[in-house]
């Protein structure tokens, strides 16, 4: 019914930034919210950010100030901009999608994650 797929990530070196996407597919009629999420190996998954219909955004300490979302109504379309990218930063990326289908059904929706090494 609705599929999730981000897309953007590589590798790149300590210090540089990466632009992060995930576009929403399929019948519905709005997101709510769609958030970010990460998973680096060995490790539990760990929320990143998120960002509401309204604009509004929120984001872990461990990447406050230098990590953005931001956001394309027309294109459903979900940005993560990552700047001062560092080591610890190595996951995969994964957004969430908190939206409305057809006839006003809620449901939660996850992407199959883009990987983001960051190595010199």
């Known amino acids: 019914q609705v599929q999730l797929v981000e897309s953007g990530g590589g590798l790149v070196q300590p210090g540089k930034s990466l632009r992060l996407s995930c576009v929403a597919s399929?019948?519905?009629?709005?997101?709510?919210?769609i958030g970010w999420y990460r998973q680096a190996p060995g490790k539990e998954r760990e929320w990143v950010g998120i960002?509401?219909?309204?604009?509004?955004?929120n984001y872990a300490d461990s990447v406050k100030g230098r990590f953005t979302i931001d956001r394309d109504n027309a294109k459903n379309t979900v940005y993560l901009e990552m700047n001062s990218l560092k080591p610890e930063d190595t996951a995969v990326y994964y957004c969430n999608a908190d939206v409305i289908l057809r006839f006003g059904r809620r449901e939660n929706y996850w992407g199959r994650g883009t990987l983001v090494t960051v190595s010199s």
């Open positions: 960002i509401t219909s309204v604009g509004g955004t």
């Open positions: 399929g019948q519905f009629s709005r997101i709510n919210a």
